[in-house]
């Protein structure tokens, strides 16, 4: 049988493909089906006839292949990987044809400009999809024992008794690849209707995040954040409007979503990018991040440090890393003094911190509580809240040597702060101080990597490899003096003694 030509879609606006799923009871291992093209409408009430695929790629290999059926042409084979065969398999039906988007099939994937503009879509094809399926791969490691347990608490709204019997397997089922996959955020945060479904084995979306609520104790931090995206499918309106064939979900700020989600797992490194523009509640029209794979990573992700922090910022970027060496002048506003965590439907973190900036009329030092939603780094106690010139929002670091790690690069600022944030960011002699930082997407543990690796990375930097003496000492000091602000005063002493010793090796 010949591989499958794709044939190019039609210049119609908003158009997609489709597969039709054949039925059959008689050939188990043989997936017939056929691809049509489908309008996206700009504005409607009513779900699309069609389910939305969301799953794992798994391995890029495509050991296994579907026959498209066209009445124009002959029978057609079109590999695809093993993990969409099996749901493919799961979801045919024996008497009727099932209607499904699944983007390894319904996108031209060898066609970068296609994939490009169908990127666009994407948003859109799972709002008005009737239901979306989360394909989470078959059933082991008692799979179906953690689904039942987990629709029993919920629907009782109790835990079971001899829950040690059941945590396991639900931890092991939370440990699969789906609940790690960056795109699956933007599909869970524009689906109206979620279904869960592994092996044989489904469970209605809701019921799923209610009975996890049960099962805290095994529920991390980054799957509340999930969690929370799929509990919320049932209450989103099924009026919704596209603008030239997109949708905004308008989730969050687009430096949050970087915060939270920046440790999910992307096959291609711009998909860290491209799959949360669409959940984002900024105006991205000028912000050169429209999906492009033919634009280096380095590139992209400087655009992006630009968006967020400006056009003061120097930013250095590398092919072969998720990092950012920056440098920019800011201010401080204080450091981090304690930290509580909210456990809701979407965890929380209640920081206070010393406001040592503040209006002299207010006075200075004074406790702000501020609630932030949790970060795939943890905010911690001692972290330094600062104001970066041309940022529109605080940013979160943490000391290293004589730089800082950017713990979170847009920290949505208390009302407190808000009343007088126009007057801080417009004063440019507010922003006294040289703030080196790196931001890191590559590493999201409790206790973030040790010096030496921040410190190469620093050394790599070309502005910085060009330092004199004079220049060290120099940015060890100024180092000192941002301590100093936050009112850190004895590792502001320690790091300015530091930078004398290091003048006085000056020949």
């Not at 479904?197 to 995040?209: E, L, N």
């Not at 430096?255 to 939270?260: A, K, Y």
């Not at 790196?438 to 206790?447: A, L, R």
């Not at 301590?483 to 300015?496: F, I, M, R, T, V």
Request: aromatic share 8%; net charge neutral.
């Amino acid at each position: 049988m010949p591989p499958y030509r794709y044939s190019s879609l039609s210049h119609k606006p908003n158009i997609i493909r489709l597969l039709r799923l054949l039925p059959s009871k008689d050939e188990p291992e043989n997936l017939r089906c056929e691809l049509l093209e489908h309008t996206l409408r700009e504005s409607d009430t009513a779900c699309h006839p069609y389910e939305a695929l969301s799953y794992v790629w798994g391995s890029e290999k495509k050991p296994k292949s579907i026959t498209i059926i066209d009445d124009q042409k002959d029978d057609q084979e079109l590999a695809v990987t093993q993990n969409l065969y099996i749901a493919l398999l799961h979801l045919r039906d024996h008497e009727i044809p099932r209607i499904i988007w699944a983007d390894a099939v319904c996108i031209n994937q060898a066609n970068k400009e296609e994939k490009e503009h169908q990127i666009k879509f994407m948003a859109a094809i799972y709002a008005k999809a009737s239901r979306v399926i989360v394909w989470l791969g078959e059933a082991r490691d008692e799979s179906d024992r953690a689904l039942e347990s987990i629709r029993i608490a919920g629907e009782k709204s109790v835990e079971p008794s001899n829950t040690e019997l059941f945590e396991q397997a639900i931890l092991q089922l939370l440990e699969r690849p789906w609940f790690c996959r960056i795109w699956v955020l933007q599909e869970m945060a524009a689906a109206r209707h979620v279904i869960i479904m592994c092996g044989s084995t489904q469970i209605d979306g809701y019921a799923f995040c209610l009975g996890l609520e049960i099962f805290k104790t095994v529920l991390k931090d980054s799957k509340y954040l999930i969690t929370f995206l799929i509990r919320g499918a049932i209450f989103r309106s099924r009026q919704i409007s596209m603008k030239q064939g997109r949708l905004s979900l308008e989730i969050c700020p687009l430096g949050e979503l970087f915060d939270m989600y920046h440790d999910y797992n992307a096959t291609k490194r711009h998909d860290k990018v491209y799959a949360l523009l669409a959940m984002s509640s900024d105006d991205l029209s000028v912000a050169g991040l429209e999906p492009d794979y033919n634009v280096p990573w380095e590139m992209l992700m400087r655009s992006l440090v630009k968006f967020l922090l400006g056009d003061h910022a120097s930013i250095d970027t590398w092919n072969d890393r998720e990092i950012a060496v920056i440098k920019n002048k800011g201010c401080t506003l204080g450091q981090v003094s304690s930290i509580r965590t909210k456990q809701d439907n979407r965890r929380y973190i209640q920081i206070t911190f010393n406001y040592v900036l503040g209006n002299p009329k207010h006075g200075k030092n004074r406790k702000i509580c501020w609630t932030l939603p949790s970060s795939a780094k943890p905010v911690k106690e001692g972290d330094v809240i600062c104001v970066l010139q041309g940022a529109q929002k605080p940013t979160i670091v943490r000391s290293f040597g004589d730089y800082f790690a950017i713990i979170m690069i847009t920290a949505i600022p208390s009302e407190h702060i808000q009343a007088g944030w126009p007057d801080l960011l417009q004063f440019e002699e507010r922003f006294t101080r040289d703030f080196l930082l790196v931001w890191d997407w590559e590493k999201s543990t409790e206790i973030l990597p040790d010096r030496g690796k921040y410190d190469t990375l620093i050394r790599k930097s070309p502005k910085i490899e060009l330092e004199s003496q004079l220049d060290k000492a120099t940015r060890t000091w100024n180092f000192a003096q941002i301590l100093g602000d936050s009112g850190q005063h004895e590792k502001a002493k320690e790091k300015e003694r530091e930078a004398i010793k290091r003048l006085g090796t000056i020949k």
